[in-house]
């Protein structure tokens, strides 16, 4: 999610790449250092808010680089539409993710938490999540495990 709303910025600001999602307007001039920053920050600080401050450090070392003007103001608020854009889009992941429930069990080919620290099964649901690009990911499904009562188990 960060990376697709840092793209965006810089291929909107830029006006070279096409944009894998966004479809911000975007002013002539407008500085992509200040829009790809400004949108890294902007979904960062949206998952991982516990970091806030570590995020908003770098996020004011990087516009402290790009010159003053309307380019870095148009950077900006690029970023922050960009950002939002995506945020938007792919707001149902975390709903979508904890749909599953996963308890673990003894019985043969189920998942049992594990050493040293027997931690709770991890994102058991992120199947039930829209892939970012592909149209149906049951194209490219492995077969199954094997048998539990045969050989190659």
């Known amino acids: 999610v960060v990376h697709i709303a840092v793209y965006d910025a810089v291929a909107l600001a830029g006006g070279e790449?096409?944009?894998?999602y966004s479809d911000a307007r975007v002013p002539v001039g407008t500085n992509p250092a200040a829009a790809a920053a400004v949108a890294a920050h902007r979904v960062l600080m949206e998952l991982y808010p516990s970091?806030?401050?570590?995020f908003d450090d770098a996020?004011?070392?990087?516009l402290a680089g790009v010159p003053e003007g309307p380019g870095k103001g148009r950077g900006v608020a690029l970023g922050q539409a960009v950002a939002e854009q995506v945020l938007e889009w792919r707001s149902a992941d975390t709903k979508a993710a904890a749909r599953h429930a996963y308890t673990p069990g003894d019985a043969a080919g189920r998942w049992r938490p594990t050493p040293p620290s027997y931690a709770e099964p991890l994102l058991p649901g992120w199947g039930n999540v829209?892939?970012?690009a592909l149209p149906d990911p049951a194209a490219f499904r492995p077969p199954g495990p094997p048998k539990l009562d045969s050989p190659a188990y």
Do not use: G, V, W
């Open 17 to 20: 790449l096409r944009p894998f």
């Open 130 to 132: 829209r892939p970012f």
């Open 59 to 62: 996020l004011d070392e990087t």
């Open 51 to 54: 970091h806030a401050s570590a």
